[in-house]
């Protein structure tokens, strides 16, 4: 934070007009406060009209993964535009990120920036009155208006530009989960109608909401008294752990093996567990064939008793340095850590990189899963937040971005602790919040 300070003291005394936007000025707030997503979304809006300090600041989150998948191409589409504007670091990060791409990733980036145009300013933007008719509207101005209502309630679905590309299809899909609507990602004359309509709706949800009960924190935990046996004391099941400047640490090899036998899951054989539910996952959406399973040589379990009620929300924050394994964070219900409840497995460089899954007597189930790969292997700690309402509604955000979102009654017991799974790779959890809602 301290280097971000010096760097907005130096844009201010080399002149740096874009600071006295007030988009910007809060985006940078933001920024400082580590809400990656609040500020991805101003330095968006003056990004889109030309402004290159928002633009340099917005390459910055692309290449970084903060607040947004990790994509390079947007990355250096941003950092090029700065770089056409004279904002003095944008080229060199641009050229920086160069080598880290392939060389089709770079002409995608060069033939979005040529294609680039900037958005028209507040004032000329069309009013409710004024917004041209859904059955006078070409395709690409379809896209171009639901891109335009996504970014007006807090959508990132990127520029303006009626091009339906991977931001535009996930605000869609993201948009549509809050309306509990069917989430297809598509653009259609229905979605643009309810995004119009989403304007009422939001004056009525502005009301003040009444007065909510204090949760309450059932487990925190910071490390920072260096010992992981007390306050509050956590118990190693295998494999091994320790505390450092950074949280609870924990390395674990991977090998592969050629083949496996199918076996019988069971409670008494917990890395059997954890295996078949990186096998699942893995095999259910045709990520890797089964042989070709990385194995931990001796997988790290380690558990903290923390009660909690059925409806719960969790606060993580996680650092991972190997591209490879896999990690399981989950809640566990009556006296063995290893038995029912439900796991969020992280799966560098897997397709699905999150998954949740349910797991009753012996049994795995995958109840959601985030498609895309998820890449937290940048040296840095991302956020986790996992909550529970008492409908069994369950919602994933990593790095404020909703990764996850499912309903599922069949645990219905309160749960009575916390367990972390290290099936393989080096992650760091640097704190641990649980409370009950």
Known sequence: MINIKVTLLLM??????????????????????QEYRQALQGFGESARRGDADAQYMLGRLHETGSGTPQDFVQAHLWYNLAAARDHRHAAEARDSLTNRMTAGQIAEAQQAARAWKPEEPPSSQPSPSSRPDIETLSDRQGVAEIQ????????????????MGRRTRNAIREFQADMEMAQDGHASATLLRRLRESEKEAVTAASPPPPAISPRVVLQDDFSDGDYRRSPAWTVLSGDFEVDDSGLRSIVMTQRTSERESRRLSADRPEEIGLAMLELILEQTGGVKRDEVATPVEPARIFVNAPVDNAFRMELQLASRQGSGSLELGLFQGNRPNGSGYRLVYSPGSLPGLSLVRLT?????????????????????????????ESGEMQVHVDDRRLLRVRDTELRDRFQGFLMANQGGDYTLGRIRLQGR
Do not use: C, K
């Not at 910007?24 to 406060?33: C, K, L, N, T």
């Open 12 to 33: 201010l005394l080399l002149g740096y007009p874009s600071l006295a936007s007030a988009n910007y000025a809060e985006a940078m707030r933001h920024y400082e406060r």
């Open 148 to 163: 335009r209502e996504l970014n007006r309630l807090g959508y990132d679905a990127g520029p303006v530009d009626g091009a």
């Open 361 to 389: 007597s012996g049994s795995v189930e995958v109840i959601a899963r985030y498609e895309e790969r998820l890449d937290l292997e940048d040296g840095r700690f991302h956020s986790i937040v996992w909550s529970r309402d």
